[in-house]
């Protein structure tokens, strides 16, 4: 795919949000200051009533939209990962996840795509949070077309929800027709030898990593973990008992995410060996995206080190 093609994730929300407001008159759109950041612009020019700019004050935009929620809206309430899961985490509980407020969040520039924005910005805990709380469900695309999809899903989903969304160009890997439930996950590659879940960059990796593991013998299954909650329980499941072995990639803590996620599955239901591919209870610091990847160790080197690693340990 051409360079030029490349598509972030956040690139998706003002079209999808756009088309949401098209078919139901019970969307609005609130944000913290950063509508040039999603392009939310042409979204306020042409629906300017149902706009809302919070400004820096992430607390205040939670609450504001868990009362047009009580109202009868259906707010998608935008803003950067890293203050929204964390400077505002104990309003999304009490006022939104607690009632079960049906409060879209979608936070973006997450994990290490914030980049030189530095550690404050970079959002490596988020998902632990987000799982941890009752009734909050927990999305993380991988491509500009599944986060469209996701979010135009998102209307019907019941509860509230949050959608994690890194803001680098990444290749396309879905196309327009492609169905996304929320709960789900999506098999791109088949294998008998190892099991790969990801999510958001990290699917890209996997991939990567799965191709060079076939021509050293090893047939890779990658899943797309796009929902980490619910997660795909029946997929991953499937794939597991067939390989034997898994490894996990995620950009984001290796404690509490997907890593975490999958394990407790196979831990109740099929024990097999695991290894983890993600940010090793660190912070995150300065640096293009690029560098970061390397420096934390979530490339598709390390996925195909890692499979290399719990390949030999299977169990059928």
Sequence with gaps: MEEKALLSPKDAVAEALIHLCETD??????????????GLHDFTSRFPERAYNLGVAEQDLVLTAAGMALA???PYAVSYASFLAGRAYDTMRNAVAMPNLPVRFVAVCAGITA?????????LEDIALMRALPKMTVLVPADFQSTRRLLLNSLSWNGPLYIRLGCIPLPRLYGTDDGF??????????????TICACGIMVHEAMKAAAVLARQGIEAEVIDCYSIKPLPVMLIQSSLRRTGCCV????????????SAVA???????????????????????GSSEELQEYYALTHQHIVSAAAQVWPLRRR
């Excluded at 759109?29 to 950041?37: G, R």
């Excluded at 530095?118 to 959002?123: E, K, L, P, T, V």
């Excluded at 996990?248 to 890593?259: D, M, P, Q, T, W």
């Design 72 to 74: 009868g809206k259906i």
């Design 181 to 194: 439930p929320v709960g789900g996950g999506r098999l791109l590659r088949e294998g008998k030898s190892v």
């Design 115 to 123: 980049g030189e924005e530095g550690a404050a910005y970079q959002a």
């Design 264 to 286: 407790e599955i196979a831990a109740t239901t099929c024990p097999i060996p695991i290894r983890f591919v993600g940010v090793e209870d660190r912070f995150g610091q300065s």
């Design 25 to 38: 008159d019970r969307i609005v759109v609130l944000n913290a200051d950063i509508s040039s950041c999603v």
């Design 248 to 259: 996990v990639a995620e950009e984001h803590n290796i404690i509490g995410g997907l890593g």
